[in-house]
Structure formats: structure tokens, C-alpha cells
């Protein structure tokens, strides 16, 4: 009988042993395992997983629980040291675990413990990938599609033998090597946290494997090569016995590091303690990779107690968490990772016909996407996918015939409509979901129990949604969203919209939830126990470092009046007060100010009270007034555009506020800068400008002031960044203002070659900032004109009938009366 599914006797009595090597995540693995346990009907299952995870195994069955989910280990004190051990509905684990649970057979996991792994330092060096070299001996240079022919589009229950014999055969090269590599007791390599580190085997995708996730090559057969081993295969053992496997030649050395022994040797012992506890039909899941080392004699424990003596471990929590599909692909940097997780999922889940559904699904995405998909390609396309297989020696269409069908029929050989399909259907998405008791911290319980009663669900796809302020629902929405960014929980990102910046009552989000943000919760759950204290403790801890700038904390002010964290808001302003008293660089005040009197203004939308608020705002404009004549002398091209970018945002917050006294106070101070003439002239025509519109300076004062900042004994470039100062981005007020016109097109005209050529680039940054429409009205009124000349104390003609009538209409319009 071959080795793999050999049934070994342990004792005089009649304990039997099954080892069925698997490959994680692969539908036809998934499928055998079921069929062969039912069969083989075990008293005790051993799984491939941390061995501490055991008591999470009575959720597999609770309701709620939907894969794809994942196990997650963390370090309590550093939850950012972590790992996880996914697992789809078409994981051979899952349907493992599932059965287990369903035929109350008892079942615990077999591979190092969590408390193992999380303490390692190194990474494994065993990359060697064994699927990779059976796939070339088969005729393949890529293992995904040679696993996709000869495995899950052939289920059988006598899969495992064959494939253990191949992986036997592998592994004897690599044993002496692995006799040389005698591990070190103390150390141990796994992958780093946050990575899949129990599912990182040496049998999964190849990293020289470089064609898009899904894709297969252009004639079928990946890379160009030949089926030889597949044509008229009908079980995998008649696919495996036509390979070559006596000279393999993987791409690289074939080894077995120190880390994937420990992992064998603790799998032996698991195995020898049930053996020993009674199990008389023991069966063991695990990756097809180590079957060969847990057929057999078990032999002496003894080595492999040696082998794991002195192993560091750490103290470690476990739980199930949601995971995705996504989150399986190879391209997701998952080192156990499939690249169609997505048709691994319809392979599993649609028995009946499975290429005639999953077309179906292709042309529903297209349509999606107002591609013309209709009725006659899905035919066409299922014709095409079933001739090629047969033509190729197929019992069923694969993801290479289904795909070329696709490129075809569907897209015409567009290749961005395929990479539609793959990303949406080959890959896919799903959202998992954990019982409601799954065992997790406080934190993350009171978001679950917030998301609820908010009616927010959480999707993997990215999904936009508007929150009208005026509703106290969405007030609590927008609330919880503002206190997980303070949380650095990124399920929702705040869309920056013409919407939010007027200050109206509405917000837009996009929203979409990742499995990594349950680290984040955790991480989190050091602040406090509800999302509103953990965020409030968090925003106050931030503002108390002694480096935090008066911008900064203005920013973090604002969200927590956004968060409504009531509990840090009195902090903060304290904390701000003191910050901008000590802070005597008006550069930080001025950038500060728009956020504070945004948050004054618009507070009240949410029903702060934003009285403290405008005490500080008051105070930052005071130290702005008084420091601003120093702020501006002496500074150069460079500092003076982004001191004049600053005053621009300052004086629109200070208008929008409609406050008497503190626009009084902006206006004199501008006032004060617009008569200097020791101050760059980018500032001094800015100030000019803000004057004029806020009405304390009329035109002709406005033209006055240009035809100085254009006289004799002024150099070029001087008069030059005045226009620009004065002009930047408004090119409307030369269109309506003809002396202002006159004025430049004169200068222009007077300009000397060199005074010329100097001014020319500023000049057309100056001009280069208008809109299009407003250079085209420009040039009209100087092409209509010539000189464009306006005459001395001529004055438009009013038509008061006219107007009378213009202005009823309106009040009609607006229901007023006149």
C-alpha cells in the first residue's frame, strides 16, 4: 500500500494511523479530506495549526461563524507581534475542523503552539517549493495551473497516497542536507508578525511565478509547455505516475531547514500523546509537504524531544477574527496564498454546473461595468472552455480554459475587461464573520456593539457613503468614524469634497474594512475600554508631547469636536493656549487659525459648545496682528509666496466667521503691511488686494497704489512680483477694471528688452494661474482696444426702468418683497 494513506499499527491493538497531505486552500484537497474521513471514519483528527488554539475549536460550528476566517495569535503586551492562520470554506483544515465538530470527533491542532512562534526571532530558510518541480516533471512551469489540472478539476479520495509518494521522493534528496542543518536548540525561524506564519510552507506558490494572479498563458497551456503528464489522466495517481520525477530539477536547492524539523517533531509528539490517550483511528491533516515525515513508525520520542528542548516562548492570546479573500492571494504577499481564491471558492461551492455558473458570473461583472455581454457569449464561451479541455485531455474545464474562453467571447481580446474578471471574480472578495462570543478585548467588543446599533456593516469592497449632519443618526456615525481615525483604525477614510469645505451639514466617507485592523483594535485597546475613552485618552497623550506645534494640536483639537470627546476637549485647549503663547513664529499661528475658526464656526452643526474656542481663536489673532509687521520684513521670493498662501487662508477663515472685531483687527494689520515699502511686493500688492475686497480701499486708491509699485526707480522684477501679489490667481478683476488693464498693458509696453526677458517668467506664472476663459476675455479686451485706454470721467449709463424690472423678477424668484 503506498506510504501516504498507509494504515500503521502502533500497538498489539488495532490503532490505525491516516496522514493526508493537503494543500492549503485547494477545493479538491478540501473535497478529498471529506470523502476520505468519512470513509476512514476517525476517532481523533489531528489539524495542521498552533496547538495552543485548541479550546477556540467549539466556535467552528457556533452561528455566525463563516469563513473565510483566521486564527489570530498576538504577544498581550506587543499586539503588534502577531500571526495568523487563515482558513476558507474550501480549506481541507476547515472541512477538517467542520467534521470533526459535526460527528463530535475529538480534534486538536498539532503544529507548534502560537506561544512558539510569536517568540521566534528569524525567518524559516525552507523556500524550497516541491509543487513547483512536480509541475515541471509534469510538463508545467507553473505550479498553480498544474495543481488546478491534475487535483481540483480531478477530486479524489485516494488523492493523498500518490501525492505523498511524490513528495517522498523529493524530500529523500534533501535528506542528508537536513542531517547537516542540526538545529540549535533556544533558536527558531518563523515569519515575521502580522504574516500567516503556521501556513508558510515550502509547497505553496512560487516565487518565480511571475504572470498575473488568474492569468494563464495566451495557448492554454502555461508557458507554452505540453500536458504531458495530464491527457487522459482521470485520477491523480495516473497524472503523477506519468511524470518524471527521477531527475527533478527545482529551481533551487532542495533543503529542509531547522524550523520545518521543529514543526515535524512536535507534530510526532501530538500524534504519540493521542495515540497514547486511546485513539484507535487516528487521522492526521496537514500539509502535503510533511506527510512523509509523519508516515510510518513514529520510533522513539527521544529526538524529537531533544529537538525541541529550550525552545523560547512568550506569553500569547488567541482568537478567531473575520479574514478575506483577498487576503489568500499570493498577490496579497500571504506566503500560503492560492492566486484564485476566488474560483477555488466556486469550484467548491457550485457542484452542478460549475463552468456554465461561473461564465454566468464573468458576464454579470462585465455587465456591471456597462460592458455589452449577452446570453449568446456566455454560450459561446462555455463551447470554447469545454472543446479546449477536451482537446487538451481534460475531464473538465480549468481556470486556463474558462479564461482564454473569457478573453475571447467576452472581451475581444481586451485585456483590461480580463483583468476586470480576475480582480473581481478570479480573486474575488468575501468578509467573514466570527460569533458573536468569539473571544476578543473590550475594545473591540463595544466597536461590534456601536456598528450594530449605528447600522453600519463592514465590507471588504470599498463602498461611499453621506452623512447628513442635520440627523442624529449620522452625527453618531460621523462620531464613530472620527474617533477610530483617532484610534489609527482606518475603516473609514473622510472624502475631501466641495460638500465638506463650505461648511454644510453633510459628510462623505469611504468605507472598507481589512482583516489587519483587528491588530489595530487591539493595539488600540491599551487607551481604554470603549472606542470614545480609548480615543479620548489617545488624542490627550499626543497633545501632552512637549514637540507638538500649535498647528498640530489646532488639527487635533478640530477632530475631537468632530469625535464629540468631550472628555479631551478642555485638555486640549489648555494645551493650545499654552502652546501659542510660547510659540512666537506667526508662520505657526496663521497656519492654525483657519482650523480653529473653522471649528467655531461650523461646531455648533453638531451641538459643541464652541465658546472656549473662540477665546483661544481670539488670542491667535491678537499674537498674529502683533507679530505680522516683523513676520514680513526681510524675506525672500521663496518665503514670501508661502507666507502670502498663508495670509490668503487666514483672511477667507477671518471673513467666514462674520466677527466685527476680529475682521477690524485682520484689516488694520493688513493695512499696516500694504504701506510699507520695505516689504517684498508679493506681500505688500496681496495686501492691497485683501483691502480693496473687503471694501476699505476703493479702485481708484487700488490704482493708485499699482501705478507706484510701476514707477521709475523700482526695478522689474520688484514691480513684477507686486502684480503677482496683487493679481495672483484673479484674473477677473482685469477683465472688469480697465484702468488696472491700462495701467499693466503700459508697463509692458515700456519695458526695455532685459527689463523684459527678467520679468517674463513671473509674469507668466502670474498670468498662467488664470483660467482659461479669463486670458481669452483678457486678450479680447486688449485686441478690441489696442492700448486698452479708458476715458477720463466717462461713466456707464444706468437704465433704472430696466433694473426696477431685473430686481422684481428676482423677488419674485425668491418669495421677497420689494
Known amino acids: 500500500m503506498p506510504r501516504g494513506h498507509r494504515l500503521t499499527s502502533h500497538t498489539e491493538t488495532t490503532q490505525l494511523t491516516r496522514v493526508f497531505g493537503i494543500r492549503h486552500h485547494g477545493p479538491g484537497s478540501a473535497r478529498s479530506v471529506r470523502l476520505a474521513l468519512e470513509a476512514f471514519r476517525p476517532d481523533m483528527i489531528l489539524i495542521e495549526g498552533p496547538a495552543d488554539a485548541d479550546p477556540l475549536v467549539g466556535y467552528v460550528a457556533a452561528e455566525g461563524m463563516a469563513p473565510p476566517v483566521a486564527l489570530l495569535a498576538y504577544v498581550p503586551e506587543a499586539p503588534a507581534k502577531a500571526a495568523f492562520w487563515p482558513y476558507a470554506v474550501f480549506s481541507p483544515e476547515w472541512q477538517a475542523l467542520r467534521y470533526a465538530v459535526r460527528n463530535s470527533v475529538p480534534v486538536r491542532f498539532c503544529d507548534l503552539p502560537a506561544t512558539v512562534v510569536l517568540a521566534a526571532q528569524d525567518e524559516p530558510g525552507d523556500r524550497f517549493d516541491p509543487l513547483s518541480a512536480l509541475a515541471e516533471a509534469g510538463g508545467y512551469d507553473d505550479a498553480e495551473r498544474w495543481w488546478d489540472a491534475v487535483v481540483e478539476s480531478v477530486p479524489d479520495a485516494d488523492a493523498f497516497d500518490p501525492i505523498t509518494e511524490a513528495m517522498g521522493a523529493l524530500r529523500e534528496s534533501a535528506e542528508q542536507t537536513a542531517r547537516e542543518q542540526q538545529p540549535v536548540p533556544g533558536t527558531i525561524e518563523h515569519a515575521p508578525a502580522n504574516t500567516d506564519a503556521a501556513h508558510i510552507e515550502a509547497h505553496d506558490e512560487p516565487a518565480h511565478n511571475k504572470r498575473p494572479p488568474g492569468v494563464p498563458a495566451h495557448d492554454g497551456v502555461p508557458g507554452g509547455s505540453t500536458n504531458a503528464g495530464v491527457p487522459g489522466a482521470n485520477s491523480v495517481a495516473e497524472a503523477l505516475s506519468d511524470a ?34 486511546g485513539s484507535v483511528r487516528l487521522a492526521v491533516v496537514c500539509g502535503a509537504w510533511h506527510a512523509p515525515a509523519l508516515t510510518g513508525k513514529l520510533g522513539p520520542a527521544a529526538p524529537d524531544t531533544r529537538l525541541l528542548k529550550g525552545l523560547p516562548k512568550t506569553k500569547a492570546r488567541l482568537t478567531w477574527v473575520p479574514w478575506t479573500h483577498s487576503r489568500l492571494s499570493t498577490t496579497s504577499g500571504y506566503g500560503a496564498g492560492v492566486t484564485s481564491p476566488g474560483w477555488y471558492h466556486h469550484l467548491f461551492t457550485e457542484t452542478q454546473q460549475p463552468i456554465v455558473r461561473w461564465l454566468t458570473k464573468v458576464a454579470g461583472v462585465l455587465r456591471a461595468h456597462d460592458l455589452p455581454v449577452s446570453s449568446a457569449h456566455i454560450i459561446e464561451s462555455v463551447r470554447l472552455a469545454d472543446t479546449l479541455a ?36 478570479v480573486v474575488g472578495e468575501a468578509l467573514g464573520s466570527v460569533p458573536e462570543g468569539t473571544p476578543t478585548v473590550p475594545l473591540d467588543a463595544d466597536l461590534r456593539a456601536k456598528i450594530r446599533s449605528l447600522r453600519l456593516k463592514q465590507e471588504p469592497h470599498a463602498r461611499t457613503i453621506d452623512l447628513d449632519l442635520r440627523k442624529q443618526r449620522e452625527v453618531e456615525r460621523s462620531r464613530l468614524l472620527h474617533r477610530l481615525r483617532v484610534l489609527e483604525i482606518g475603516w473609514g477614510t473622510l472624502t475631501t469634497s466641495e460638500v465638506r469645505g463650505t461648511g454644510t451639514f453633510r459628510e462623505t466617507w469611504t468605507l472598507e474594512w481589512r482583516p489587519e485592523y483587528t491588530i489595530s483594535i487591539i493595539e488600540a485597546s491599551r487607551w481604554g475600554t470603549t472606542i470614545r475613552t480609548a480615543a479620548e485618552a489617545k488624542i490627550l497623550d499626543t497633545a501632552s508631547r512637549a514637540e507638538s506645534t500649535v498647528g498640530e494640536l489646532t488639527a487635533a483639537l478640530e477632530v475631537a469636536l468632530l469625535a464629540d470627546l468631550g472628555g479631551a476637549t478642555e485638555g486640549l485647549i489648555v494645551r493650545l493656549e499654552s502652546a501659542a503663547a510660547l510659540d512666537h513664529d506667526v508662520t505657526h499661528l496663521l497656519a492654525a487659525l483657519p482650523g480653529l475658526i473653522r471649528t467655531v464656526r461650523y461646531g455648533d452643526v453638531r451641538g459643541t459648545d464652541t465658546k472656549a474656542l473662540g477665546h483661544v481663536a481670539d488670542g491667535l489673532l491678537v499674537r498674529i496682528c502683533a507679530g505680522l509687521p516683523a513676520a514680513v520684513t526681510g524675506l525672500d521670493t521663496d518665503a514670501a509666496a508661502e507666507l502670502r498662501t498663508l495670509l490668503d487662508m487666514a483672511h477667507t477663515a477671518i471673513h467666514t466667521r462674520d466677527d ?4 477690524g483687527e485682520w484689516l488694520a494689520a493688513l493695512g499696516r503691511v500694504a504701506d510699507r515699502d520695505d516689504v517684498h511686493g508679493a506681500l505688500v500688492g496681496r495686501a492691497v488686494r485683501l483691502l480693496a475686497d473687503a471694501g476699505r480701499i476703493g479702485d481708484a486708491e487700488s490704482a493708485r497704489r499699482l501705478a507706484a509699485a510701476l514707477s521709475v526707480g523700482v526695478t522689474a522684477a520688484a514691480k513684477a512680483a507686486w502684480i ?52 481669452r476675455a483678457i486678450g479680447q479686451a486688449v485686441r478690441d482696444g489696442g492700448s486698452v485706454t479708458t476715458a477720463a470721467g466717462t461713466t456707464a449709463e444706468l437704465d433704472v426702468e430696466r433694473g426696477t424690472i431685473a430686481v422684481r423678477t428676482a423677488a419674485e424668484i425668491l418669495g421677497v418683497t420689494v
Open 244 to 277: 518524471d520525477l527521477s531527475q527533478p530539477v527545482p529551481p533551487d536547492p532542495i533543503t529542509i531547514d531547522a524550523h520545518t524539523l521543529r514543526r515535524e517533531a512536535y507534530m510526532r509528539q501530538t500524534m504519540r500523546k493521542a495515540l497514547k490517550d
Open 724 to 775: 503677482d501679489g496683487f493679481l495672483g490667481g484673479r484674473g477677473l478683476l482685469l477683465v472688469h477694471d480697465r484702468e488696472l488693464l491700462r495701467l499693466i498693458d503700459d508697463w509692458l509696453r515700456e519695458l526695455g528688452d532685459d527689463a523684459f526677458v527678467e520679468t517674463l517668467p513671473l509674469l507668466r506664472r502670474t498670468f498662467g494661474a488664470f483660467e482659461s476663459g479669463e486670458r
Open 660 to 663: 466685527s472685531w476680529a475682521t
Open 390 to 425: 477536451a482537446l487538451r485531455g481534460r475531464p473538465l474545464a480549468g481556470l486556463s480554459e474558462v479564461t482564454e474562453a473569457t478573453r475571447s467571447v467576452m472581451c475581444a481580446g481586451d485585456e483590461t475587461m480580463l483583468r476586470l474578471v480576475v480582480g473581481e471574480l
